[in-house]
């Protein structure tokens, strides 16, 4: 679980805050987007904000991961929706809002729910309370 919150949240919100802010004009082009629009910085640092989590979920255990978890996937479910209503809407079929991406930001989250589920039912013996310290 942890490579994956790390892998999946942590390395891959960095690498889209490097890109939305090193390779700006590219992405936004890759996406269907206007270059140089104001917005596309306000996403890095979601980027940033989501794969600090990530990152943070590697020493950090327990419920920070339910938070990270709910957190990425609200973002990257929100995203998808975003992408087919441009999709539908516009007409938008640019690479990064038609193509991989999308399913990403739905399988994404799908996955690290899935496997929260499975670590905390894993955690915890059937039928028994569960106890926290302190």
Do not use: C, K
């Given at each position: 679980m942890v490579l994956a919150v790390v892998i999946n949240?942590?390395?891959?919100?960095?690498?889209?805050?490097?890109?939305?802010t090193l390779f700006a004009a590219q992405?936004?082009?890759?996406?269907?987007?206007?270059?140089?629009?104001?917005?596309?910085?306000?996403?890095?640092v979601a980027n940033l904000a989501v794969g600090t989590l990530g990152i943070l979920c590697y020493w950090i255990r327990g419920d920070f991961w339910t938070a990270t978890v709910i957190a990425t996937s609200i973002w990257l479910?929100?995203?998808?929706?975003?992408?087919?209503?441009?999709?539908?809407?516009?007409?938008?079929?640019?690479?990064?809002?038609?193509?991989l991406i999308f399913y990403l930001d739905?399988?994404?989250?799908?996955l690290l729910i899935a496997l929260l589920i499975y670590a905390r039912l894993s955690r915890q013996p059937t039928g028994q309370a569960r106890v926290r310290a302190g």
């Open positions: 949240v942590g390395l891959g919100a960095m690498w889209g805050f490097i890109g939305h992405i936004a082009e890759s996406i269907g987007w206007p270059a140089g629009n104001p917005f596309q910085t306000e996403v890095a479910l929100g995203a998808a929706t975003i992408h087919a209503v441009e999709i539908i809407a516009a007409g938008n079929y640019n690479p990064d809002n038609a193509r739905i399988l994404s989250p799908l």
